[in-house]
């Protein structure tokens, strides 16, 4: 077990060290909530993981939200996501960053026609742009 996690961490941290410019394709394997999927990726050495990515510099409404108008717009965002990225789909990840959360990772998500998955979700007001820091409140008026 230890064995395997200093492996999962190991490739993890590999990923993390992709350049912006570079882009590292993955297929679409499931999605979890508004701003987070999780995708297969094959590494160099014919390794193939699977990893949850979360958008990053966006923030979508939680699912667990704190109001009745929270969890909605959160089942709206997640439906979307889904739209944008139906299961088996391949998207490129750029600017790959270790996340908060271990086995997880933030990235810009480019779909086959080029646009950022982020922008569109908050072009469609599904989203606002994140940076860190302290979440504002989905249910303030």
Known sequence: MVLLMSRILCILFCL???VPAHAVPAIVDYVLDGDTFAARVALADDTK???RVRLINVDTPELNGG???EIAAAYRAKERLEDLLPIEAIVDLQNIKDDKYLGRIDANVILSDGRD???VLVKEKLARRYNGGRRKSW???
């Open 16 to 18: 993390c060290l992709s």
């Open 67 to 69: 109001c009745d108008a």
């Open 49 to 51: 993981i699977t990893v």
């Open 139 to 141: 249910c303030e008026k």
């Open 117 to 119: 998955v982020g922008d």
